[in-house]
């Protein structure tokens, strides 16, 4: 990948900084208002902006939050985003219930050197999703120099990653850089042997990653509904699990999900990595047994073993295959265990009730406990985490889901490109 432009010191000082933030975090009730839930993509983005501060630069920091309609809506206001970044800022935090218009420039007009402008969620307007010139137009004439902060939405071609770019000189942010230089990594040299976990419930966002990151990774290790399709396609019983269904046009190409498994199976058949020296492991790998139930609150589970499922023609065919079981979970350790650079994304399993909790924090402790380069990726990983009091024992924990796939997958982000140094002629 060609290296992305990195602002100067020069560059900043003194001058009005755009930068495109991602505040796109959880929102709980408390008492009569909403707070934070989850701040760590708002302190992820401290380092750009205390720098900025420290260059005497005026700051306007662009997000959305949520999807609205086009229109404003009070549940996803920007305003508590910007109430909780003073908390971690000892410098002005300002908001604008606005993102375009005279409030706007009145705001920014009042702006001292070293303050920060909050404005209101860019997708109360449509010209934010639909990369409107003229809506990005408004945006740029705002400042001087234009800073992408926000990795997590550079998959994303709209106003505000894309359409600005076109008026201003373009730079890449710290997380920005250290997101992209980290799954760069990944992807191109990573020590090995490098082992890729994939979970979650959907297979759609990830299914290009996967098929990318197999031709890189010595072993995938599968879980959640992701598991529940490879297992499908080799022809186990799933019974009532959720496996995805491909849409409307990939059905009509002849496509499915399944089918993908499959052809992905097949052609990594021959592939084997030595597991502790003398056990060929195949490179995919999907669970060995399943925590098992009628429903995600039934209060009886019961433990598959998988690996005699054809011979039981007794098993209840109304279960759901929730959680990774406990050979499984051992069986992945210990695959994890060898690994040199690990990258995960997606939960195990149902990992928000407890009794299919199991497999997910089996991972993350394990991972968390690999001395190699440890990369975490997506909110549901993220949220899987929370309570294990783990953060610190990764590498990295990207707070880009799909961005981080996309990029994995080899696609070229449309929000990256307008950041990239052209080599000179």
Not at 5 to 15: E, F, L, S, T, V
Not at 98 to 116: C, Q, T
Request: avoid cysteine; proline fraction near 5%.
């Amino acid at each position: 990948m060609k290296k992305l432009g990195k602002y100067i010191g020069a560059n900043i000082r003194d001058k009005v900084v755009i930068v495109r933030v991602d505040y796109n975090v959880p929102l709980k009730k408390e008492g009569a208002g909403l707070v934070i839930a989850d701040d760590r993509r708002i302190r992820a983005s401290l380092e750009t902006i205390k720098e900025l501060h420290d260059h005497n630069a005026k700051i306007i920091l662009l997000s959305h939050v949520g999807r609205p309609n086009n229109k404003p809506e009070p549940d996803l206001s920007l305003q508590p985003m910007a109430q909780h970044l003073q908390t971690l800022l000892d410098f002005p935090v300002k908001f604008v219930a606005e993102s375009i218009g005279e409030p706007v420039l009145k705001a920014v007009a009042s702006l001292n050197p070293g303050e920060v402008l909050l404005l209101e969620n860019l997708r109360f307007h449509e010209g934010e999703k639909q990369n409107d010139p003229h809506f990005a137009h408004l945006l740029a004439s705002l400042g001087q120099i234009y800073i992408n902060d926000a990795f997590s939405t550079a998959h994303r071609a709209h106003a505000s990653t894309v359409g600005i770019t076109q008026y201003l000189p373009s730079y890449a942010g710290k997380n920005l850089e250290k997101e992209v230089e980290a799954l760069r990594k990944i992807k191109d040299e990573p020590d090995r042997p490098l082992v890729v976990v994939v979970g979650g419930a959907k297979i759609s966002d990830k299914v290009d990653a996967i098929v990318n990151l197999s031709k890189v990774a010595d072993v995938v290790l599968t879980g959640g509904g992701i598991a529940n399709t490879f297992l499908k396609a080799q022809g186990l019983e799933i019974h009532q699990s959720y496996v995805q269904d491909a849409p409307a046009d990939l059905k009509k190409k002849g496509i499915d999900y399944i089918h993908v498994a499959q052809d992905l199976l097949e052609r990594t058949r021959t592939e084997h990595v030595w597991f502790k020296e003398y056990i060929p492991l195949p490179k995919i790998l999907y669970p060995l047994d399943v925590i098992a139930a009628k429903s995600m609150d039934a209060p009886e589970t019961q433990i598959i073993d998988l690996t005699h499922a054809m011979e039981d023609s007794h098993q209840d065919k109304s279960l759901m295959y929730l959680d990774i079981g406990p050979k499984t979970r051992q069986l992945y350790k210990e695959v994890l265990s060898m690994a040199k650079t690990i990258f995960w994304n997606g939960p195990m399993g149902v990992f928000e009730k407890p009794a299919f909790s199991a497999g997910t924090q089996a991972i993350a402790q394990a991972i968390a406990s690999n001395s190699g380069t440890t990369i975490l990726g997506g909110g549901d990983t993220m949220a899987s985490i929370e309570g294990l009091d783990l953060e610190d024992k990764f590498s990295y924990i990207s707070s880009a889901g799909g961005a981080a796939l996309e990029f994995l997958a080899g696609k070229e982000l449309p929000g990256l490109k307008p950041l990239i140094v052209q080599p000179e002629a």
